[in-house]
């Protein structure tokens, strides 16, 4: 590539290596990746894919965007993630796993490691350590939101990337995307939501499908954690049905340890 | 005669979750063949406990990115089995048209993605794009309308959205399953045109006697709820999954391993062929003809075009099953849910083999022990038996090391295991 093409973060901007990897997850943003047929072809013309254990037999460790999906529980995984950094320009944190610790974060909450390892595998000893976030570890550069995450959200922010355009995330909560929507509010229809205070950008992906949003994408700029306990209560929902859906992904454990 | 080799594969590319191969041969002995699994386990039984009853499904889905519309079914079936919840016929149709989709995504993305670059000599479905356009872009229309069809249904193609116990929160329109069916319609030449492909495969010719376990068809070819049923004549109630699933862990791998009757079985869409190949579609009964593939077939290789099989299955059942949506009146969607203590068990076929959860409940709904048997976890062992049973034949055949490998690498392919989910 011409050293005279534009840079972003250091990146030349046509068709720059990029490479996935994948922690501990259920590598289902890897596959919400591959999983817009219409536009599969057009995405992947963007980007120079070097790695991607998933698709491709070839590897090379010649790339500039890392994208890495999962969450990290094991001290090899902190090993892998610390060479990708060395090498990568730009590393994407994918989904809630990446950003949060995502569902694997709540074995988190026994505090007793020992115990959830007896509970699965019996007297057998298994290497795993808390769940932790990518950040936990090394710099990110960006985060991509959700679980999954949402492919035409990852769609506009690869090519921004690789544009060199600035990349905002909605600072608004999901309510906003849901009442654009017009969607019937589903406190009314009796079931709980998150999205007061959850940051929008899946286009009020549950509630428009009537299930209550479990803040998969973590807080909104501003999230008044107390104001949700008021409309919770005032609608029948108990702590614990708040508590499952804020300790769910990861995304509000902060906001959990005042609660607690 | 091979004389000596030394094959190790880390990390093996275009499979699901984290596997090693080692094939070790000395003075023409196999001294070493094994499957490990090295994906980090996630413990996701121990994260329910404690957990209501509502969260199992929702959380579940995330156990695996491939075939969360199974653990959430399988999930969802469970609490419902254990709380005396039976479902509306109208929810069982939706329910089996949405997993029909599943499988029809699922095998594609196998068939086309992961196994067909192994036969057309390509390290991925990259070089494709140029060189096989046509197969690409009939692949992603397949995909897509499988994929179409579970956000139509489910609300989201992975980790659905609508499906809950009781029934769905919503319901497509009659419109939507309408053009669905159209499109399936229209899909049958892509169907075609992919068994012709696959025609022009040479499948290895490979043979490892083994038990083959799945549901067991009742008027359908099986795929949510039922006994279980395997070629060694054994049948089981769907509640005495635990004398089925029989897992033990071994220290090399950290998903667990299954044994019934003998050391090993196998599970998936050859099983479930072998078991029911009564119950399939007759176009797809066909499908399987024009390959020689009969019950009982031992050749795990097949298990490539039992799929391709199933795939033929499913887009005809789920034109009928549409039919017979648009011409009933449509009810309630979501029955009242109350809990009770106890232990509820679901079984369902997941594309790669049984699926089981079980929950045992307290007074309130809330889970006191979780088990979710992974049909990967059920053939490890088995995929660890035919590796060393390929080396022993490879090697007496001469084969070269780069010829062992990748028919090794072909091998744990063909059986599409799905690690993630087994290390749960
Ligand atoms: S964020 Fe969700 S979808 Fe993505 S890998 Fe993690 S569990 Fe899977
Ligand atoms: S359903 Fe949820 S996201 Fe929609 S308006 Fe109500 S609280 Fe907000
Ligand atoms: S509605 Fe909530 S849980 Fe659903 S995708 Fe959006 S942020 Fe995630």
């Known amino acids: 590539m011409s050293a005279d093409k534009r840079l972003y ?11 996935f990897f994948d922690f501990t997850s259920c590598e289902g943003c890897q596959l919400q990746m591959l999983n817009n047929e219409a536009t599969l072809l057009d995405f992947l013309s963007l980007l120079d894919i070097v790695n991607f254990r998933e698709a491709m037999s070839e590897r090379s460790d010649d790339y500039e965007i890392a994208f890495v999906e999962g969450s990290i529980s094991r001290a090899d995984e902190v090993e892998r993630l610390k060479k990708i950094r060395a090498q990568a320009k730009i590393l994407v944190a994918v989904g809630s796993c990446a950003c949060f610790g995502g569902v694997n974060q709540l074995k988190n909450r026994f505090g007793d490691l020992d115990w959830v390892k007896r509970e699965v595998y019996g007297s057998n000893p298994v290497d795993s350590t808390e769940v932790r976030p990518v950040s936990a570890f090394v710099t990110v550069d960006l985060k991509i939101y959700g679980c999954p995450v949402k492919k035409e959200e990852v769609e506009v922010i690869v090519t921004n990337l690789v544009l060199g355009k600035s990349i905002v995330h909605p600072s608004y909560p999901v309510c906003m995307e849901c009442k654009a929507n017009h969607n ?10 998150l999205g007061p205070i959850t940051r929008a950008g899946c286009d009020s992906w549950c509630p428009s499908n009537r299930m209550g949003c479990w803040g998969c994408r973590g807080p909104a700029e501003v999230a008044n954690v107390e104001q949700l306990r008021e409309i919770m209560l005032k609608h029948g929902f108990s702590e614990e049905e708040m508590i499952d859906r804020l300790e769910c992904f990861g ?10 | ?28 002995r196999v001294e070493q063949a094994r499957w490990d699994v090295v994906e980090t386990p996630r413990f996701f039984e121990a994260m329910l406990v404690g957990k209501k009853w509502n969260n199992a499904p ?35 149709v939706l329910r089996l048209l949405l997993k029909h989709m599943e499988t029809l995504q699922s095998h594609l993305l196998h068939l086309y993605f992961l196994a067909a670059p192994d036969f057309l000599n390509v390290g991925s479905v990259m070089p494709l794009i140029e060189s096989h356009p046509e197969v690409v872009k009939r692949a992603a229309r397949l995909k897509q309308l499988a994929n179409d069809a579970c956000d139509v249904i489910g609300g989201r193609r992975l980790h659905p959205t609508r499906t809950v116990v009781g029934g769905f929160t919503m319901l497509p329109e009659k419109s939507q399953l309408s053009s669905l069916k159209k499109r399936m319609q229209a899909a049958v030449p892509d169907l075609t045109a992919t068994v012709e492909l696959f025609q022009t495969f040479t499948l290895p010719d490979f043979e490892r006697e083994t038990e083959f376990v799945s549901l067991k068809g009742d008027e359908r070819y099986p795929f949510i709820g039922g006994g279980l049923i395997s070629t060694d004549q054994v049948e089981m109630e769907e509640h005495d999954y635990l004398k089925m699933t029989n897992e033990f862990v071994v220290d090399h791998s950290t998903s667990k391993w299954s044994r019934l009757s003998r050391q090993s079985f196998a599970v998936g869409a050859l099983a479930r062929l072998n078991n029911n190949f009564s119950f399939l579609h007759p176009e ?5 003809e024009g390959f020689s593939l009969a019950p009982v077939n031992n050749n795990p290789f097949m298990n490539n075009i039992a799929q391709l099989v199933e795939c033929v299955h499913v887009v005809m059942d789920s034109i009928s099953l549409i039919d017979n949506l648009l011409d009933r009146e449509w009810t309630e969607v979501r029955q009242p849910v109350c809990p009770r203590a106890g232990l509820g068990v679901g079984a369902l076929e997941v594309p790669r083999g049984i699926l089981y959860h079980a929950y045992e409940f307290d007074n309130a709904g809330r889970i006191i022990k979780a088990d979710c048997v992974i049909p990967t976890s059920q053939n490890n062992a088995n995929i660890h038996y035919d590796i060393f049973e390929l080396a022993q034949q490879s090697a007496s055949r001469g084969k070269s090391d780069g010829e062992i490998q990748h028919l090794a690498e072909m091998l744990v392919r063909a059986y599409d295991p799905c690690i993630s989910c087994s290390v749960h």
């Open chain 1, 9 to 19: 973060l250091g990146v030349p901007v046509e068709r720059p290596k990029a490479a």
């Open chain 1, 184 to 193: 019937i509010c589903l406190f009314d229809l009796g079931e709980p939501c």
């Open chain 1, 251 to 260: 995304g509000f454990s902060t906001y959990l340890s005042e609660l607690k």
């Open chain 2, 1 to 28: 005669m091979k004389i000596s080799c030394d094959i190790k594969v880390d990390h093996l590319t275009r499979v699901e979750g984290h596997g090693n191969i080692r094939i070790k041969i000395r003075n023409g």
């Open chain 2, 58 to 92: 929702w959380i579940c889905a995330r156990i695996c990115g491939i075939c969360s519309i199974g653990h959430t079914l399988a999930s969802i079936r469970a609490i419902e089995n254990g709380f005396g919840i039976k479902p509306s016929e109208q929810t069982s």
């Open chain 2, 284 to 288: 797809a009964r066909e499908v399987a």
